[in-house]
C-alpha cells in the first residue's frame, strides 16, 4: 500500500511570485485535505477535495486555491506570495466519511 | 468554533520517566479526538485516536482517555524511551461534512538517556 506523497520536499520562491504543490493520495483513499503548519505551530486546515470538488475551507485567502484530479491526486496553488506563507504544507488523504487522515511528509516553502 | 488547547513544551524527561501531556478541548456536538506525533524533519503520524467519550485509544505504550466531563484527552506512557523524542499534537475532528481536523500548538517532548 502506497502511503501519501508530496512533491517537491522544498521549494524557495521570492514574494509575490506562485507556487504549486502536488499530492498523490494514499491508495484507495479518495478525500485530500490540505493544512500549513508554520513554524512552531500546529497545523491549520486550508481546504478539502472530494470528488475533484472544494469540501471545505479553512480561513485562508482566495490566493490559495486547489484541484483535485480522477485519480484523487490533488495540488495547491498559492498565488502572490508573501512573506508569511512560509511555511510548511502538508496534504492529508482519507476516504469519504471517515475520520482518519493520513500525512504526506509535507513541502517545506520559503518566501524571500 | 472549535479549538485545542494543549500544554506548552518543552518537556524533558528522563528515559523510563512517567509522561502526561495535557490537552483539552472545546466543541460542539461530539468530535473525535486524536493525537498525532512529528518526528524531526517529517509529517504528521496518527498516534492514538477515541470516537466517543469514555474510549481510551492506546498504542505504543501511549493512552488517552476521551472525557467528556471535563473536555479532555491527556497523553500519558508510563516509561517514556529517546526513541519518543519528537513534538505531539492534539486535534479533534468536529464531524460535519469534511472532518477537518483542528490542531493544538504541539509540545515537544525530548528524552534523555
Known amino acids: 500500500e502506497t502511503g501519501v506523497t508530496q512533491s517537491p520536499t522544498h521549494l524557495i520562491k521570492t514574494r509575490g511570485q506562485q507556487v504549486t504543490l502536488r499530492c498523490s493520495s494514499q491508495s484507495g483513499h479518495n478525500t485530500v485535505s490540505w493544512y500549513q503548519q508554520a513554524l512552531g505551530q500546529g497545523p491549520q486546515f486550508i481546504f478539502q477535495y472530494y470528488r475533484e470538488e472544494e469540501n471545505g475551507r479553512g480561513n485562508f485567502p482566495p490566493r490559495f486555491s486547489g484541484l483535485q484530479f480522477p485519480n484523487y491526486s490533488s495540488e495547491l496553488n498559492v498565488n502572490a506570495l508573501e512573506l508569511d506563507d512560509s511555511a510548511l504544507y502538508l496534504c492529508a488523504s482519507s476516504l469519504a466519511g471517515g475520520d482518519e487522515q493520513f500525512f504526506g511528509p509535507g513541502t517545506r516553502l520559503t518566501v524571500l | 468554533g472549535n479549538s485545542v488547547t494543549q500544554m506548552e513544551g518543552p518537556v524533558t524527561l528522563s528515559e523510563e520517566a512517567f509522561l502526561t501531556i495535557n490537552c483539552t478541548y472545546t466543541a460542539t456536538g461530539y468530535p473525535s479526538l486524536f493525537w498525532y506525533v512529528q518526528y524531526p524533519g517529517e509529517g504528521l503520524q496518527l498516534l492514538l485516536k477515541a470516537t466517543k467519550a469514555d474510549d481510551k485509544g492506546s498504542n505504543k505504550g501511549f493512552e488517552a482517555t476521551y472525557r467528556k466531563e471535563t473536555t479532555s484527552f491527556h497523553l500519558e506512557k508510563g516509561s517514556v524511551q529517546v526513541s519518543d523524542s519528537a513534538v505531539y499534537f492534539c486535534?479533534?475532528?468536529?464531524?460535519?461534512?469534511?472532518?477537518?481536523?483542528?490542531f493544538g500548538k504541539g509540545t515537544l517532548l525530548t528524552v534523555n538517556p
Open positions: 486535534a479533534l475532528s468536529g464531524g460535519g461534512s469534511n472532518y477537518k481536523l483542528t
